[in-house]
């Protein structure tokens, strides 16, 4: 009768464990079609991000082609929108890591059957922390040295009447400048001098490089590495079915 008992006990045992091996791949699986859709979700909004990030060069080369060709000037509308338009366009981007995170902590991992998929969703989560690592850095540039110009040359007022006091849109606002000051005067607070020129050229110049180089040490990569999980993930959900 204590064989019997044993035996009963044994096989719950057992039968708890199957259905708990069972419902830790089950939620692994489904983890894995979460991180699916947040990475095919991110390459869309990262290629979107790439987008604006090279109009953003473009629109700093409007800018420093205009001083460049007709110096700073204090009194015009033309270059205070340029200017605008360089300097209050930083975006940032920030990946979907709630699942991936998830995947990693809940111990997801070794349900997955798959060594090379393992390693490449660690992979996906280095380039997710070298991503932010990278624009942290842009960021620290531009508020240490980009924004104090701003603060310094540029004059809030006119765009600040149709920008806050009309709950006008950013770009309305700009285009609006002329009408808010017909006479264009203190557009901008700084005189054509050429050492001022060449300290705010050489600031953009950085910038720009920056972020040019952001493409070659991290962006190019995080794409590319996005996409091959994707791909990896959908093969492994094709032979599962």
């Known amino acids: 009768m204590l064989s019997y008992s044993f035996l009963a006990i044994s096989l719950g045992f057992i039968l708890d464990n ?7 791949k089950q939620n692994a699986e489904s983890l894995l079609k979460s991180l699916h859709n947040d990475l095919k979700g991110d ?10 990030r090279k109009k953003l060069i473009s629109d700093i080369y409007n800018f420093l082609d205009d001083v460049e ?7 015009d509308v033309n270059q205070q929108k340029l200017f605008a338009i360089a300097i209050f366009n930083w975006i940032y981007f920030e990946p979907n890591t709630a699942n991936i995170e998830q995947i990693i902590s809940s111990g997801a991992l070794r349900y997955l059957g798959d060594d090379e998929l393992i390693h490449q969703i660690g992979v996906t989560e280095n380039q997710n922390n070298s991503l932010l690592d990278r624009q942290k850095r842009e960021q620290e540039y531009f508020l240490n040295y980009l924004q104090p110009l701003m603060h310094k040359y540029y004059n809030f007022k ?6 806050a006091r009309e709950w006008i849109s ?13 006479t264009e005067k203190n ?5 054509n001098d050429h050492q001022l020129l ?9 910038y720009i490089f920056i972020l040019r180089s952001s493409f070659v040490t991290n962006y190019d990569m995080y794409i590319e590495e996005m996409e091959k999980t994707i ?11």
């Open 18 to 24: 199957f259905r708990e091996d069972y419902s830790e």
């Open 43 to 52: 390459v869309i909004r990262f290629n979107e991000f790439e987008n604006r």
């Open 69 to 75: 060709e007709r110096g700073l000037q204090g009194n």
């Open 158 to 163: 006119w765009l600040n009447k149709s920008y």
């Open 170 to 182: 950013f770009e309305a606002s700009l285009d609006g400048l002329k009408k808010t000051n017909p």
């Open 187 to 191: 557009m901008l607070f700084w005189d």
């Open 198 to 206: 060449q300290e705010i050229t050489n600031l953009f110049e950085n």
């Open 231 to 241: 791909k990896m993930i959908e093969v492994k959900s094709s032979i599962n079915n």
